[in-house]
């Protein structure tokens, strides 16, 4: 669930570090979740990559995801970051989904939805076919960018825990929706 990890820190800006907070926001979907009766399985719980080689490192990070992901028998993945842009004007939250299943589009549908009824900043969701990743996993899912950390607002607000539990709260509700909807 949290990305990056370890040598990759993914985004930095303002106070915060992309692994650190995505560590933190799936730590506690992970408990909100647990807290609906869920089994959920974190691909990292603390601060490490999963690659294991230091030649093209990325990749094997990935490609480790992927595979812990496929043999985990999970119904759904959930895929947590931050986003950052050069232009700080940029906010809100904003889930990308792989259309090589139908799936993915509905869970980002019902996400999107639930995230919408709470929380004013939403883009809209966007299909993304090019992550190497999201290729090779075999279960569905979506790819969560929580907020742009770049952005002084979303930047302020993701470092409050009121406005997480929301976040994490819309996000659990639009899980729970996709499956007795
Ligand atoms: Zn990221």
Do not use: W
Not at 21 to 29: S, V, Y
Not at 45 to 52: C, N
Not at 111 to 132: A, E, G, P
């Amino acid at each position: 669930m949290p990305a990056h990890g370890g040598k990759d820190s993914g985004a930095v800006s303002n106070k915060i570090i992309e692994k650190d907070l995505n560590l933190t926001i799936a730590k506690e979907l992970y408990n909100a979740l647990g807290k609906r009766g869920a089994i959920v399985l974190l691909t990292r719980d603390g601060d490490y990559d999963l690659s294991s080689s230091n030649y093209s490192r990325k990749r094997s990070d990935l490609y480790n995801r992927a595979k812990v992901i496929n043999e985990s028998n999970a119904n759904m993945f959930i895929s947590i970051h931050l986003n950052s842009d050069l232009n700080s004007s940029y906010r809100g939250i904003q889930l990308f989904y792989n259309s090589i299943n139908k799936e993915n589009k509905l869970i980002a549908e019902a996400i999107y939805n639930s995230l919408k009824n709470n929380i004013s900043n939403v883009r809209d969701n966007k299909n993304y076919n090019d992550y190497y990743m999201y290729k090779n996993i075999k279960v569905p899912g979506v790819l969560i960018e929580c907020g742009f950390i770049s952005n002084p607002y979303d930047n302020y607000n993701l470092r409050q825990d009121s406005y997480r539990k929301k976040l994490i709260n819309s996000i659990v509700n639009g899980i729970i929706n996709y499956y007795y909807n």
